[in-house]
C-alpha cells in the first residue's frame, strides 16, 4: 500500500514568515495529493489539493508543489498568521483509498 | 448544506455496554466513512460506504460493526470494547465514489471514551 512521510513533525515559524511543510510518497501510481488541516479540537479540513497533470497550484496565502519524479510534494504557507496554528496533513492515493501523513503541528508566534 | 453531522459529540462506555455512534449528512454524497483518530496522529480509516454497500473494512475488529440505513445515514455499532478503542471517531462523506480523490468533508467527531 501507499506509505506517506511527512515533516517536520513540528514547525515553529514568527507571524509573517513562511512555512514549509514536505511530503513524500511511495506509489508511483499515486496522482491526488490533498492537504488537510485541523485546528485544535475541531474536525480536519481539505485546504488545498493538487493532481498528478499539474506541479503547482496556488490558492492565496497557500500553495502546493508536486515533483512526480521524485516522489513528493509540498505545501507552503506564505505571510503566516496566528490562525494558521494547526496540525496539517499531507496525503497520497492512487485512487482506492487516502493514506496520510503523521502530520505537522504549526506553531506561528506573534 | 455542508455539514456532516455526528451523535454524540462525547460517549463514556464500560467494556460491556452497547452504544452507537450515528452520522448524518445531506450532501447527496455517495461515499461515507468512519475513521478513528488517537490524539496528535492522523486519521485512521476503518470503514467506507460506496451506494450504501461496505466496500472497505480495513480488518476492523468485529466489535465495532457499522451499518448505513440509507444514503444520508451512517452507524457504528459499538460493543465489548477495549480502553484502547478510546478515541475520536470521525464520520467524513464524498461525492467521489471512494473519496480518494475528492474533497472528505468530516464531522466533528465521536469522542469515546471506554472505562
Known amino acids: 500500500g501507499e506509505n506517506v512521510e511527512q515533516h517536520p513533525s513540528t514547525l515553529s515559524v514568527q507571524e509573517g514568515d513562511s512555512a514549509v511543510i514536505k511530503c513524500t510518497y511511495s506509489d508511483s501510481a499515486s496522482n491526488y495529493f490533498p492537504w488537510y488541516k485541523q485546528e485544535l479540537g475541531k474536525r480536519p479540513q481539505l485546504i488545498i489539493d493538487?493532481?498528478?497533470?499539474?506541479g503547482e497550484k496556488k490558492d492565496q496565502r497557500i500553495a502546493v508543489t508536486l515533483n512526480k519524479t521524485a516522489k513528493h510534494f509540498s505545501l507552503h504557507i506564505t505571510e503566516t498568521q496566528p490562525e494558521d496554528s494547526a496540525v496539517y496533513f499531507c496525503?497520497?492515493?492512487?485512487?482506492?483509498?487516502?493514506?496520510f501523513g503523521a502530520g505537522t503541528t504549526v506553531t506561528v508566534r506573534a | 448544506d455542508t455539514e456532516v453531522t455526528q451523535t454524540p459529540k462525547h460517549l463514556v462506555m464500560g467494556m460491556t455496554n452497547k452504544k452507537s455512534l450515528k452520522c448524518e449528512q445531506h450532501?447527496?454524497?455517495?461515499?461515507m466513512y468512519w475513521y478513528k483518530q488517537k490524539a496528535k496522529k492522523p486519521p485512521e480509516l476503518m470503514f467506507v460506504?460506496?451506494?450504501?454497500?461496505?466496500?472497505i473494512n480495513e480488518s476492523v475488529p468485529s466489535r465495532f460493526s457499522p451499518e448505513c440505513p440509507n444514503s444520508s445515514l451512517l452507524n457504528l455499532h459499538l460493543h465489548a470494547l477495549q480502553p484502547e478503542d478510546s478515541a475520536l471517531y470521525l464520520c467524513?462523506?464524498?461525492?467521489?465514489?471512494?473519496?480518494?480523490?475528492?474533497?472528505?468533508?468530516f464531522g466533528e467527531g465521536s469522542r469515546l471514551t471506554v472505562l
Open positions: 496525503a497520497a492515493s492512487p485512487g482506492d483509498k487516502l493514506s
Open positions: 467524513a462523506s464524498s461525492q467521489a465514489r471512494s473519496g480518494a480523490t475528492g474533497e472528505l468533508f
Open positions: 460506504y460506496s451506494y450504501e454497500k461496505l466496500s
Open positions: 450532501m447527496g454524497h455517495r461515499a
Open positions: 493538487i493532481r498528478s497533470n499539474v
